[in-house]
Antibody, heavy 119, light 108 residues
Framework: EVQLVESGGGLVQPGGSLRLSCAVF????????MDWVRQAPGKGLEWVGR??????????DYAASVKGRFTISRDDSKNSVSLQMNRLEIDDTALYYC??????????WGHGTLVTVSS | DLQLTQSPSFLSASVGDRVTITCRAS??????LSWYQQKPGEAPRLLIY???TLQTGVPSRFSGSTSGTEFTLAISSLQPEDFATYYC??????????FGQGTRLEIK
């Protein structure tokens, strides 16, 4: 059974850092694209970034709103993906989901981990 | 960058009604359009992919169609469990990916 399990969320002050992880069960993460999607409280879904698969050289793309502050990485030994978030802003407050696409759609989602940026 | 315009943003309907939600792409012809259902406190759930393919386990009252750059999600006979928020998404756009704004479907 496929499962994506996010962890690492919490409360952080503006300007601070946080590292989220997504543990992958049921498939080899390096064989697939792995994305991060977030949802601010009461708002819609926003794509954060993605790491492509091994066949596509693990190329990473970011949304303009996080580029230069967030970094996506893989740990194939743990079958996981991470999202390092630096210089956090109030507007980064959201539930962060890990998702993996198949056939052009997010077939698999985690349950999300909540990040709250507040002083 | 691609823009996805989803409408309506809010929809009020009754059990048994047929409803449609539309997503219009600002550019490009592609079938890599998917639809998701999200209930409060839950992760989004994939309903339709490649514009019209029903995800395994999704009831057949859900359907997707396309006409040019306009994509439609239809629910043929609303059930109580269908009241939720719906999003469209195109995943084949680079370097950024955009969701529709969402449609909140509520019981009349």
């Amino acid at each position: 059974e496929v499962q994506l399990v996010e962890s690492g969320g919490g409360l952080v002050q503006p300007g601070g850092s946080l590292r989220l992880s997504c543990a992958v069960f049921g498939f080899t993460s390096s064989d697939h694209y792995m994305d991060w999607v977030r949802q601010a409280p009461g708002k819609g879904l926003e794509w954060v970034g993605r790491t492509r698969n091994k066949a596509n050289k693990f190329i990473i793309d970011y949304a303009a709103s996080v580029k230069g502050r967030f970094t996506i990485s893989r740990d194939d030994s743990k079958n996981s993906v991470s999202l390092q978030m630096n210089r956090l802003e109030i507007d980064d407050t959201a539930l962060y989901y890990c998702a993996s696409p198949r056939v052009g759609a997010y077939t698999f989602w985690g349950h999300g981990t909540l990040v709250t940026v507040s002083s | 960058d691609l823009q996805l315009t989803q409408s309506p943003s809010f929809l009020s309907a009754s059990v048994g009604d047929r409803v449609t939600i539309t997503c219009r792409a600002s550019q490009g012809l592609s079938d890599y359009l998917s639809w998701y259902q999200q209930k409060p406190g839950e992760a989004p759930r994939l309903l339709i992919y490649t514009a019209s393919t029903l995800q395994t386990g999704v009831p057949s009252r859900f359907s997707g169609s396309t006409s040019g750059t306009e994509f439609t999600l239809a629910i043929s006979s609303l059930q109580p469990e269908d009241f939720a928020t719906y999003y469209c998404l195109r995943l084949d756009t680079y370097p950024t990916i955009t969701f529709g704004q969402g449609t909140r479907l509520e019981i009349k």
